[in-house]
């Protein structure tokens, strides 16, 4: 790891993590394209109604049947027309069914979900765009370059488009490090400190309007939590749901805290809503770097080969000792039974 030698501008310090090294200097060709194409997208998407319907719908559905908004697919376009111009073999997007092959003989391969949040364009919320960089696998088609456990990742992270633009970026070796858009000067500049995320800090993220369709684990750990200083877990909690994982992840780094996307019982959510590859693969990399922990809710998310390339998988972060707890939740019946022996334990509620 280099010496931290004081804030930088992001281009110097990539190069001061990139070194020599084949695969971080390709990276770091990748990620000032990220970070140039980030300026475009940020100047976009703070014209807001100005700049036209960015919000609007298409019609059309991404690879997960999700209506495509106009932001998602412009989104797509500048992000991939920018990797034209670098080394990247393949690029896998949420807004292609496919990967899209650009340089057979390029050393790395980008994952990434141009916009997400799409559904809070509209509503001047943090979205973002989400990418994970990877070595290529020699000999191998396009989807074999994606289809490695996210700890293979050189570098991942995601661009945040809120009150600051900024880029979360874990790579190589390093940390996990913040650089905001000066918009004064169009570049971005090391936060002075990076991010760690709290041991512990009972606030909890989910969409709790799926109560009735999680697995009883969730729906048990969820309960303990609104039962605060009364219940099982003898403390408060506080409850943060922005609907948008970029949002949701920058304020776990800032503060600690989990977040839960779990998979349910609706049709086509039996994995959660999160794609592996482009959403909690990346984000589980800078949590970790972060001292923070990722899972499925029970293994590693960064451990887990992906099943395909647009898979989904259920997904939880932040604070590793209530990442800890629920998994806890899911190995001991203790946590999660409540049948009426443990209803002894003041658990049962509904
Ligand atoms: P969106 O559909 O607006 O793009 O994966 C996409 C995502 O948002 C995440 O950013 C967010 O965490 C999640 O979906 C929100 O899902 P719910 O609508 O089920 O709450």
Same mark, same amino acid.
């Given at each position: 790891m280099p010496q931290?030698?004081?804030?930088?501008?992001?281009?110097a310090?990539?190069?001061?993590?990139a070194?020599?090294?084949?695969?971080?200097?390709?990276?770091?060709?990748?990620l000032?394209? *990220?970070?140039?194409a980030?300026?475009e997208?940020?100047?976009? *998407?703070?014209?807001?109604? &100005?700049g036209?319907?960015?919000g609007?719908?298409?019609?059309?559905?991404?690879?997960d049947?999700?209506?495509?908004k106009?932001?998602?697919?412009?989104?797509?376009?500048?992000?991939?027309?920018?990797?034209?111009?670098?080394?990247?073999?393949?690029? &896998?997007?949420? /807004?292609?069914?496919?990967?899209?092959?650009?340089?057979?003989?390029?050393?790395?391969?980008?994952?990434?979900?141009?916009?997400d949040?799409?559904?809070?364009?509209?509503t001047?919320?943090?979205?973002?765009t989400?990418?994970?960089?990877?070595?290529?696998?020699?000999?191998?088609?396009?989807e074999?370059?994606?289809?490695?456990p996210?700890?293979?990742?050189?570098a991942?992270g995601?661009v945040?488009?809120?009150?600051q633009?900024?880029?979360?970026l874990?790579?190589?070796?390093?940390?996990?490090?913040?650089?905001? &858009?000066?918009r004064?000067d169009?570049?971005?500049?090391?936060?002075?400190?990076?991010p760690?995320?709290?041991?512990d800090?009972? /606030?909890?993220?989910?969409?709790?309007?799926n109560?009735?369709?999680?697995?009883?684990?969730v729906?048990?750990?969820?309960?303990?939590?609104?039962q605060?200083?009364?219940?099982?877990?003898k403390? /408060?909690?506080?409850?943060?749901?922005?609907?948008?994982?970029?949002?949701?992840?920058?304020?776990i780094?800032?503060?600690?805290?989990?977040?839960?996307?779990?998979?349910d019982?609706?049709?086509g959510?039996?994995?959660?809503?999160?794609?592996q590859?482009?959403?909690?693969?990346?984000?589980?990399?800078?949590?970790?770097?972060?001292?923070?922990?990722?899972?499925?809710?029970?293994?590693?998310?960064?451990? *887990?080969?992906?099943?395909?390339?647009h898979?989904?998988?259920?997904?939880?972060?932040?604070?590793?000792?209530?990442?800890?707890?629920?998994?806890?939740?899911?190995?001991d019946?203790?946590?999660?039974?409540?049948a009426?022996?443990?209803?002894?334990?003041?658990?049962?509620?509904?």
């Amino acid at each position: 790891m280099p010496q931290n030698t004081g804030p930088k501008e992001f281009g110097a310090y990539l190069d001061e993590v990139a070194g020599e090294d084949e695969l971080l200097r390709p990276a770091a060709v990748v990620l000032r394209a *990220i970070a140039a194409a980030g300026v475009e997208m940020s100047r976009l *998407i703070g014209l807001g109604r &100005l700049g036209g319907q960015l919000g609007a719908s298409l019609g059309s559905m991404n690879t997960d049947g999700d209506v495509q908004k106009e932001l998602d697919v412009v989104a797509n376009e500048i992000f991939v027309n920018t990797f034209r111009q670098a080394p990247v073999a393949a690029v &896998l997007s949420e /807004e292609m069914k496919e990967p899209l092959t650009l340089d057979p003989k390029g050393p790395v391969a980008i994952a990434m979900d141009p916009l997400d949040g799409s559904s809070n364009i509209d509503t001047n919320v943090s979205i973002g765009t989400i990418f994970s960089i990877l070595p290529t696998v020699a000999d191998a088609n396009a989807e074999a370059h994606f289809l490695q456990p996210g700890r293979k990742q050189i570098a991942a992270g995601f661009v945040i488009y809120g009150p600051q633009t900024s880029i979360v970026l874990a790579l190589g070796d390093g940390g996990t490090q913040i650089f905001t &858009l000066d918009r004064r000067d169009s570049q971005f500049h090391q936060a002075p400190s990076a991010p760690l995320i709290a041991k512990d800090n009972p /606030e909890y993220a989910i969409n709790a309007s799926n109560f009735r369709h999680w697995e009883a684990p969730v729906r048990a750990f969820i309960d303990d939590c609104e039962q605060g200083a009364e219940g099982p877990l003898k403390r /408060e909690y506080n409850m943060r749901w922005t609907g948008s994982l970029v949002a949701d992840a920058y304020r776990i780094l800032m503060r600690g805290g989990i977040f839960l996307y779990p998979g349910d019982e609706r049709a086509g959510y039996g994995s959660g809503r999160l794609r592996q590859l482009y959403e909690t693969n990346p984000v589980a990399l800078v949590v970790e770097r972060a001292a923070g922990s990722a899972t499925d809710c029970i293994r590693p998310m960064l451990d *887990i080969v992906p099943a395909a390339i647009h898979a989904k998988v259920p997904f939880v972060f932040g604070s590793p000792v209530l990442v800890e707890l629920i998994a806890r939740y899911h190995s001991d019946p203790q946590f999660s039974d409540r049948a009426p022996l443990f209803g002894k334990r003041g658990l049962m509620r509904r």
